[in-house]
């Protein structure tokens, strides 16, 4: 079956500094997601991408979804405490019919 | 409220009862989602429907799980004869294929068996 791996597993930064979150997909998708999932709490849609090779932004955070549509990365650009959290990637698989499969995840840490 | 509904938010049972739990998505949305989580794991697949129809079942999952959505609205997941290692969160989480593919997830069912 298909399989979403994420690397790294845990990272613990000092805020101010950069932050990337690597997802590849056994399978090709349709298109990838992305959560944020706080401690304690369940996980929170951040952004879809769907073309092959799109980059997108929200504030400090770049996606992007690779050519091949089987891997993406999330970056953060000058990390604050508030970006503390995991982040998954999520990937559809072509079809209406396919669902929706979770990656490890990337724990991230932030201290000042 | 609008957002996904789990009930029970937690739940402590002896081995070997039966629990069941229950999901209501948001109101429009026709895919309903059930993942497993453990601390420090990502969500890991269960089930999914279409409606009411049940489109897929984890090959993981033994067949002590089993998960309805008889109307097409909200969902029962049930696992019988709980196990230690049935402790984990249970989400649920709904979206409105294929308008819109993003999931809303519930607040999770802590399962504990003790």
């Known amino acids: 079956g298909q399989q979403v791996m994420q690397i790294p597993q845990y990272q613990h930064v000092q805020e101010g500094e950069d932050f990337t979150t690597y997802c590849n997909s056994s399978t090709t998708l349709s298109n990838i997601q992305w959560y944020k999932q706080r401690p304690g709490g369940h996980p929170v849609f951040l952004i879809q991408?769907?073309?092959?090779?799109e980059v997108k932004k929200q504030k400090r955070l770049t996606f992007q979804f690779g050519e091949a549509k089987k891997n993406s990365s999330l970056h953060i650009t000058a990390t604050q405490t508030t970006d503390v959290g995991t982040y998954f990637c999520?990937?559809?698989?072509?079809?209406?019919?396919?669902?929706?499969?979770f990656g490890t995840g990337t724990r991230l840490q932030v201290t000042l | 409220d609008t957002g996904v509904s789990q009930n029970p938010r937690h739940k402590i049972t002896k081995r070997g009862q039966n629990v069941t739990f229950r999901c209501d998505p948001i109101s429009e949305h026709n895919r309903l989602y059930w993942y497993r989580q453990t601390l420090g794991q990502g969500p890991e697949f269960l089930t999914y429907f279409q409606n009411e129809a049940q489109l897929e079942k984890s090959r993981l999952l033994s067949d002590r799980f089993s998960a309805e959505r008889p109307k097409g609205s909200f969902s029962t997941l049930e696992i019988q004869r709980t196990e230690q290692g049935d402790s984990a969160m249970y989400l649920c989480?709904?979206?409105?294929?294929?308008?819109?593919?993003?999931?809303?997830f519930g607040q999770g069912t802590r399962l504990t068996v003790v």
């Open positions: 991408l769907v073309k092959s090779g």
């Open positions: 989480a709904s979206s409105l294929i294929p308008l819109n593919t993003e999931a809303f």
């Open positions: 999520a990937g559809l698989n072509t079809g209406t019919a396919s669902k929706l499969t």
